[in-house]
């Protein structure tokens, strides 16, 4: 049985959104998500301030 995440400390940045949880082994891991139409954009950080700075720059590719 897959494990869930659930992410606590949720904060938008643009239309990014940055969520904190923790993985299988316990440690804390932050994941940054594009909530724009048709981006689909996400990626892992293991700190707060990399997944923030990524949201800050991030750029939707225009379709």
Do not use: E
Not at 20 to 34: E, I, L, P, S, Y
Not at 51 to 56: F, G, T
């Amino acid at each position: 049985m897959a494990a869930r995440d659930h992410f606590h400390s949720v904060i938008r940045i643009g239309p990014v959104q940055i969520g904190t949880h923790r993985d299988r082994h316990g440690r804390t891991k932050h994941t940054a998500v594009c909530t724009a139409d048709g981006c689909g954009w996400s990626a892992p950080y293991s700190s707060p301030a990399a997944a923030q700075l990524a949201a800050r720059t991030h750029r939707c590719k225009p379709r």
